[in-house]
């Protein structure tokens, strides 16, 4: 832990992905584009799983389980979706290996074991899940069909960064079925503020909800609604998107429902997501030179007790710090008391500041004996004495106070960095400046969309929702507008 | 609904097979031997997870997630790990799909995006575990590893039956790593205990805990211990393994660790599993003829109350159900009222038998003015009156006497069908009439065992733990004994 990180100043980059593994979060494995999710980053995503998946049993989903491949008849079906997959995905041609004559030891792919049918590793979804549908959907009883899938998918990425862009991740599909647009787009609007409440209220990350442009629409959806944040280097991160995919996917599938006068329709779908990407997100928002800065809510670890001590006197302290790590403990709080007699507690600190625990209370004899607990914040490393007589309380408030200022914090970076230019030389300015998003007029064309972003690597991030609409002119071709775009360089 | 099931004497297998539908728990997919698991089935499978998750957690392990692709190269490191399960492999060999141009519309893999080396579809992660475990230990500091994953798996198999035997399955698998033999296999004996207890106080699956012969042995492994449970077919069923690796995988990954003398030392391994295999043994252990038959401990639904009215007069009695409702929620049973208006109160009955909810309440005004509430089990169809005064304590307790029903009914059957024998012909007779455990002495060689698994298709299921030696001679060749193996046709 005496290897300070590259600072964000220095090198934003290269401090992410010292943080990732100095913090014990995740690391590269042996496979091309793989990452291996270490115990302590997997802790953080269990509680974001846990938190989400409560979150869509509220609002009627079920969970289920479908197949981990997807025959290439059944890829191809929603010609579009197929088309967005097709160049990153991963392909099972054989089902068996053998022994290698040449190489005594060694394995091969046994040539006589090839499938007729190549098999596709998911990279979402959709088409085995709306083949299965199909059979489960005959009346308008059937409907709505509100299904969730926990689940792992790859997408073959060339250039991969931990948790961010990696060939395999972890994530959830929503995939529901609907009697009618009207409440298919209800549904991906609803799903779209889950994401938002538990990017803000949980991962204390400001999002701005808006629907993306033709260009950046889900392969086969009709409309995709997204959450987009920004990070610490100015560059915006796509945190989670929900797509209206009106009767695509039925259509491709022959999904029909007898509706209540006895006509057939086809049904309405929806498909909606968020990855360990927020992982990646959660990291780069929030912590600084010194490590990770968690926000309570998701901390595996909450408080760290360390105890400060004269050699021969820990087991005595110990019995007097039990109490409160008792006393947190019934209060839900949870609590590690770091008792190794190994290291110093400056080392501790160090580590623990590493793994971003929110709150950490170094406790002597002489402060017991004074009636005070020293806590230190990670989020704003303030020391503050707290009364030993309601230091529940005090903690428990504390952690309240971490998680609401990580919020404000990011808001305000946020905020800070959001720029409404009216000139394209001004657009520029503030990309090659201090980043953030940037919001402007343009004529809405695919064409210059992709000319702003040839020019600078900018993209339109989504078109707000809720934002009122107003007279403009393109900043590039200078042809009417009626809203502004937030654009953005993105990771 | 109204169709019945084959029954079990008619047809097990079939009786099966259309239980598995019919209770909604999980179907055929259009992947060769891949299952959907559907949500009902899926509830209870996230209730195994959550309670055998808690157990790893309290017995020290935390969570962790490695790649599902494992490169062919370190997939042989472990020779006989390799070549047990390189029969059954799904092989990526390209990473990208194409326009095919012969056929307009439909794609092909791309020929140029061939992998340099092949991927294996995991079929179980110790080789990309221990290939990462490599860089995490170096000292006996890093000592003992504890980690677990919960994941898809794929083992290519000819012949599927769901949840049984599937290509993919989910599953968890712990692999850890020790100092010292010794530690190594107090870890392998903990978590066959673990699994033991989950079995008879979860499932309520009674199990015999005991090793494997070399025969059946994991591959790559020292010693294999494993739960064994009896079907109502007088089949057996392994329910859950767990693997002493001695320094097999540290030596094929060169993974040593500093001991406190400073010496360099191979270490001791353990892996252990247990799969939606679990969902059978639940599904065949306890259901009859009229479907499934769920310990309340498992049970998504546990009570489900159907109000008895005649027309017009629902809404009322809803209102008089509620507090009941309300009540049995409180207490932290998870109840479901079922107050649909388009469907028969026997109709409803017959669909939540075959969907195995412990607990039916069946309520109508009389019974309510009466101060009585009619109560029917679904493990004895035993129809109760429960005083409404007390009703949730009843069906508290209710609840608590089905699981333990359950658990001794499944007993009393295994006992019944273990069957000590001292001749070859005994051992067939009961083999061919009642089936069952059979119990006897074998001269404890490879080739005795593989006869009487050619002769009789009984394998040796294990070697009990915690059973008295006893001499003997084996019934095939006469030798000398010293120890009963539990025999068994399996599944
Ligand atoms: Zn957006
Ligand atoms: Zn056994």
Same mark, same amino acid.
């Given at each position: ?24 979060? +995740?690391?590269?494995? +042996? ?18 799983? #846990? ?14 389980? =479908? ?14 979706? %197929?088309?967005? =997959? ?94 009618? %647009? ?10 779209? &503020?889950?994401?938002?409440? =538990? ?88 912590? &600084? ?9 998701? +901390? ?21 710090? #039990? ?38 209370? +170094? ?63 001004? =657009?520029?300015?503030?990309? &090659? ?9 343009? &004529? ?16 339109? #991030? ?30």
């Amino acid at each position: 832990m005496s290897k300070k990180l590259p600072t964000r100043q220095e090198d934003y980059s290269a401090w992410y992905n010292e943080l990732v593994k100095r913090a014990g979060l +995740a690391e590269n494995s +042996a496979v091309r584009g793989c990452m291996v999710i270490k115990p302590y980053g997997y802790a953080i995503w269990e509680k974001m799983q #846990r938190t989400l998946d409560d979150m869509f049993k509220r609002t009627g989903h079920e969970n289920a389980y =479908f197949p981990l491949f997807v025959p290439k008849s059944l890829f191809e079906a929603e010609e579009k979706n %197929a088309e967005g =997959f097709a160049k990153e995905c991963a392909v099972v041609t054989h089902y068996r290996l053998q022994n290698d004559p040449d190489k005594p030891g060694k394995l091969r792919v046994d040539p006589n074991a090839k499938l007729e049918e190549e098999l596709i590793v998911r990279p979402t979804s959709e088409a085995i899940i709306w083949s299965t549908y199909k059979n489960w959907i005959q009346s308008y009883r059937d409907l709505p069909l509100l299904i969730n899938q926990w689940a792992n998918v790859v997408r073959w990425e060339m250039r991969t960064r931990l948790f961010l862009r990696t060939a395999e991740f972890l994530w959830q599909e929503g995939h529901t079925a609907h009697a009618t %647009a009207t409440e298919a787009v209800a549904e991906t609007r609803q799903m779209l &503020d889950v994401y938002a409440e =538990f990017a803000e209220e949980h991962i204390a990350l400001p999002v701005v909800k808006g629907v993306k442009t033709p260009n950046e629409r889900f392969a086969g959806a009709e409309d995709t609604y997204c959450i987009e944040a920004l990070m610490q280097d100015g560059k915006a991160l796509q945190a989670g998107t929900s797509h209206f995919l009106g009767q695509n996917f039925a259509k491709a599938f022959d999904v029909q429902f007898a509706n209540k006068e006895g006509g057939l329709e086809h049904v309405w779908g929806t498909s909606w997501g968020v990855s360990t990407r927020l992982m990646g997100a959660l990291i780069m928002a929030h912590s &600084d030179d010194e490590g990770l800065v968690l926000p309570p809510k998701l +901390a595996p670890i909450q408080v760290v007790i360390i105890p400060i001590y004269k050699t021969g006197e820990l087991d005595a302290l110990i019995e007097r710090i #039990r109490p409160i790590q008792q006393g947190l403990a019934q209060r839900g709080i949870s609590v590690k008391l770091d008792a190794r007699d190994t290291e110093r507690p400056g080392f501790k600190f160090a580590e623990w500041e590493m793994k971003g625990v929110p709150v950490r209370l +170094a406790i002597g004899a002489r402060d017991l004996d004074a009636g005070t607990v020293e806590a230190a914040r990670r989020d704003t490393k303030q020391k503050l004495q707290l009364p030993l007589a309601d230091v529940v309380d005090s903690v428990d408030k504390l952690l309240n106070d971490i998680q609401l200022n990580i919020y404000t914090k990011a808001k305000s970076y946020r905020d800070a960095h959001t720029t409404r230019v009216d000139t394209y030389d001004e =657009f520029k300015a503030v990309l &090659d400046g201090e980043g953030g998003f940037v919001v402007a007029h343009y &004529d809405g064309t695919s064409e210059t969309e992709e000319l702003i972003k040839e020019q600078t690597k900018a993209t339109v #991030r989504c078109l707000p929702l809720n934002e009122p609409d107003e007279d403009g002119v393109c900043i590039v071709t200078g042809k009417p507008s009626t809203r502004r775009a937030w654009f953005a360089r993105a990771y």
